[in-house]
């Protein structure tokens, strides 16, 4: 409120804040709730199943263990050193909170160690909310803007998609610990005063958020870049020196003791920007002590500083060329893809991951929504008052744009500036219409004529010469008019602050007063209603979730728990799954069975392997699992099941197994011909296509000599295999501690082996190498010619479809075996089956409906080959009963009938009309 406004006014509306922001927090928290008060205390998706099953280790076996855990149940036969792979702060946290509350917090208050998981989500999206409203005070000054950017960070989709209850993965607490970094850091730059302090405050902050996620990286250049900038411009100061050596120093020295960072942030690229600001920083530092010891003149000065930076460069140059070969890592795959024109990394599997692809501007609305319109202008705001605080959030609004992009991932961390500047705007313009409306205009009045005598009458000598001097430079700007301010304008302007502060623009103040804060409330109960919604769509926990009957009843599909309870409950306990690697956390957490891969994704060499196993003929395949497996898992039961899924698995197997899709880097040969599912040859001939379809397809079966099904979920979600024939020799052969690899002798660093029956098919491969890694020895023209031919394919995937097409049906042809069925058909009495099991099943589908247009266009040559492939697409009904033989008479299309007589479909069939064919 303004000054003008009365004590009473000021106080209660500094009330109505605290109140706001309370229930802001507590806002917050509750609409993270939502998948807790639907499906209980449950453990989503399946990152967050490995935080927990970790969680769960080190609760158990404490720090020591579990910075020394080799886990021989994930990524078998290798295992994985996850003590020292893992971000352990959300571990780390999750204990201590649950250790507090054993100790100290009431009975009722007392939670499990999977209670506590499933909270800290909510808990943390509220602090992080807390601590953006807090930087928002801190750069505008503004308590308003701080409660609304507290309001809007509590709720705004981006900061949700990562923070909801039972969603316990680590940006759940990361985002907080970014927020911490930022404020701190902001505020040591307030003065020289609080440059120390918060500097050190800022640099555990981060050592904390290192702890937390791989992101940190981004927090790091974001500071850095800072930094570098306010150099820059002209920024440099002894509280900016302070504040960024300490945080740098703090904050690296903190980073290399997390064992899954080490070194890095001396030796990755993607960190040694910020390491260079903080050299140069020093360099800078010290060549302005110099010149201050040695009272160098000022025309001395310029030159003095040349000598210092020239001489720091050279210096630079020679540590770099005495530095070991390979001694500075490339670029990670994801990194380098923020930076490319194209959207693809060179890498396919960085680039099957979809929160990998571009953000489009659907994404941004869908995110944050109505903030994608108030963020802007309080951009705009902010570049208005720049200073070293603003700027930094300057810099962070571009940045996070331009990464978020790229990679919709990344849409993350646009909450957290996006409410600070809508905050910003909405809390300007709040308090500029409550002072329109609630200040007295009659004091207003009184400190106008106060300004104005004060301007008239300059009340001493030093401020009289002052109001001269300007006068004068007023005059001589005035007699220098260029035309950028001509007297007009002049006039103009003055008109319109006469206009505005007369009493009728005081009446128009208020009008637009009021219908700020109707618009305020019409909009803010539509993006708070937007985002409970997004919130409840948010919390689909997806290892479980709600589905619609027919009868409209609503139902919960747990499938997916089930199969892994019947793993637990029905496998012996050193079974080993075979499973695609998105679903191995959740097999290792659920079923504490031991699987090929999971999440971690850190061998991109055997998930290739995992994948040609899957994507291989059935033989071919057997003959790789039964050295690595006891059983199967897929899922099934359509949407993003593996079957959509294996192009992608093909993909990444022919980038280390080049003979899967020969010639073609993107395995266009492995996939569907259309849109319809009709597989190519090489699809159908896959383990997967045959496990997936086993006996649900007509004519998909696998051969019982090699798999048995054990297990299909209640509503087919999940399909397991038994593996018949398991090599005993190779399973005893891993299962021995001494042949595995040990980094020194008696170690617990020690790596698993692959049993030598695999040594055939593992002579195939060749490591991949990724584009920006220089220090990997490789077959340079294999893995640029590799990389050349993916990345055109990924430029041009019509023409490599097209072509894949071509080789796909050219293969059809030559097909022995295919061309065998062909010309022999089903028997009569597998036409007669099919046509009984279809005849009563009506309904509308892409098979009626591509049927439907095929018989209309006249296309006889086409439907006679797909009924060839596939009989039972002859006796497909729609919902009104009708099927192809209706459609070829009402088309007048005599080949097609006499083609749909000739396997068995009938002319005298009703529809639900009770007409037949003939009849149309």
């Known amino acids: 409120a303004s000054s003008s406004s009365s004590p009473l006014i000021t106080w209660s509306l500094n009330l109505l804040k605290l109140y706001l922001f309370s229930q802001f927090v507590l806002k917050a928290f509750h609409i993270r709730l939502h998948a807790i008060h639907d499906y209980g205390l449950v453990i989503h998706e399946f990152d967050p199943w490995f935080n927990y099953r970790a969680t769960e280790y080190l609760d158990v076996h404490g720090l020591d263990k579990f910075f020394h855990w080799f886990d021989y149940m994930s990524w078998y036969p290798l295992g994985r050193p996850v003590g020292t792979t893992i971000y352990p702060g959300l571990q780390i946290t999750s204990v201590a909170i649950k250790n507090f509350l054993e100790g100290y917090a009431k009975e009722g208050w007392k ?159 993607e960190q040694l920007g910020p390491c260079g600001v903080f050299l140069g920083m020093q360099v800078i530092a010290a060549a302005e002590y110099w010149i201050k010891a040695k009272n160098v003149e000022k025309g001395q000065r310029w030159p003095m500083r040349f000598k210092f930076y020239g001489g720091s460069f050279v210096l630079l140059l020679l540590v770099i060329a005495c530095l070991p070969s390979g001694y500075f890592g490339p670029l990670s795959s994801r990194i380098r893809g923020l930076f490319v024109q194209h959207t693809r990394t060179g890498n396919p599997l960085v680039d099957s991951v979809a929160e990998h692809q571009p953000a489009s501007p659907a994404a941004y609305y869908q995110y944050l929504n109505i903030m994608c319109n108030f963020a802007p202008i309080g951009f705009l705001m902010i570049l208005a008052g720049l200073n070293d605080q603003s700027g930094f959030l300057a810099l962070y609004a571009m940045v996070t744009y331009f990464f978020s992009a790229k990679m919709v991932r990344l849409i993350i961390l646009t909450g957290p500036i996006a409410a600070i500047l809508g905050g910003y705007f909405l809390g300007y313009m709040a308090d500029w219409s409550f002072d329109q409306l609630f200040s007295s205009d009659s004091d207003a009045a009184k400190n106008a004529e106060k300004e104005e005598d004060s301007k008239e009458a300059p009340s001493t000598p030093a401020d009289k010469k002052k109001k001269a001097k300007q006068a004068a430079s007023a005059r001589k700007s005035s007699q220098k008019d260029t035309g950028l301010m001509p007297s007009e304008l002049s006039d103009l302007i003055q008109a319109a602050t006469t206009k505005y502060k007369s009493v009728e623009g005081q009446f128009m103040r208020k009008i637009f007063a009021v219908g700020f804060f109707i618009m305020l409330l019409t909009y803010g109960r539509e993006f708070v209603g937007y985002c409970d919604k997004m919130a409840v769509a948010l919390s689909n926990p997806s290892i479980m979730f709600k589905a619609q009957l027919r009868n409209g009843q609503t139902i919960i599909i747990d499938d997916y728990r089930e199969a892994y309870w019947w793993l637990r409950d029905n496998t012996p306990e050193d079974s080993r799954v075979m499973a695609w690697w998105d679903y191995g956390y959740q097999i290792t957490g659920i079923a504490n069975r031991t699987t090929i891969a999971d999440g971690n994704t850190w061998n991109h060499e055997h998930i290739a392997l995992l994948g040609r196993c899957l994507t291989s003929p059935e033989k071919e395949a057997h003959r790789v699992a039964r050295h690595l497996a006891d059983y199967v898992l897929i899922w099934a039961g359509g949407g993003g099941d593996d079957l959509a899924k294996s192009p992608h698995m093909a993909r990444i197997a022919n980038s280390v197994y080049r003979d899967v899709c020969p010639g073609d880097p993107t395995c266009r ?59 005993e020799e190779s399973k005893a052969w891993v299962a021995d501690a001494s042949n595995r690899d040990c980094d020194v002798e008696g170690g617990w660093f020690c790596r698993g082996v692959y049993p030598p029956a695999l040594e055939t098919v593992l002579s195939k491969k060749k490591d991949f190498a990724q584009l920006e890694d220089f220090n990997a020895k490789r077959d340079e023209a294999d893995a640029e010619a590799y990389q050349k031919a993916y990345m055109e394919n990924m430029r041009d995937p019509k023409k490599a479809a097209a072509e894949a097409a071509k080789a796909s049906k050219a293969a059809k042809k030559n097909d022995p075996e295919k061309k065998k069925k062909k010309e022999q058909g089903p028997s009569k009495a597998e036409l007669e089956e099919m046509r009984d099991q279809l005849s009563d099943h009506w309904e509308d589908s892409e098979v009626t409906t591509r049927m439907w247009e095929l018989i209309n266009a006249g296309e006889t040559e086409e439907i006679s080959e797909w009924i060839a492939e596939h009989p039972q697409v002859a006796y497909v009904r729609s919902s009104d009963g009708r099927g192809p033989m209706f459609w070829a008479f009402e088309s007048k299309n005599e080949a097609v009938v006499k083609l749909l007589m000739s396997v068995g479909v009938k002319i005298n069939d009703k529809d639900k009309d009770g007409k037949t064919p003939r009849d149309m």
């Open 669 to 727: 040969q492995f996939g569907f011909t259309d849109k319809y599912g009709t597989p190519t040859p090489m699809m159908e001939a896959s383990l997967l296509y045959k496990l997936h379809g086993h006996n649900q397809k007509q004519g998909v079966t696998v051969d019982p000599n090699r798999f048995r099904e054990v297990f299909t979920s209640k509503y087919g979600k999940v399909r397991i295999f038994k593996v018949l024939g398991v090599s």
């Open 111 to 269: 939670l499990s160690l999977n209670d506590v998981c499933c909270y800290v989500p909510a808990w943390f999206g509220a602090i992080a909310s807390v601590l953006t409203g807090l930087l928002t005070l801190e750069v505008t000054s503004s308590l308003t803007s701080a409660v609304f950017s507290t309001g809007i960070m509590g709720v705004v989709p981006a900061h949700l998609m990562r923070s909801i209850g039972g969603g316990y993965d680590n940006e759940s607490i990361a985002l907080t610990a970014m927020m911490l970094t930022f404020l701190f850091w902001v505020v040591s730059l307030r003065s020289t005063r609080t440059s120390a302090p918060f500097g050190i405050a800022s640099g555990l902050a981060y050592v904390y958020m290192v702890a937390a996620w791989g992101g940190y990286v981004f927090v790091l250049n974001m500071v850095g870049v800072h930094a570098g900038a306010l150099i820059l411009f002209g920024r440099f100061s002894k509280k900016l020196h302070i504040a960024y050596s300490l945080f740098y120093v703090i904050g690296t020295y903190g980073a290399i003791q997390i064992p899954v960072v080490g070194w890095t942030p001396l030796k990755s690229l």
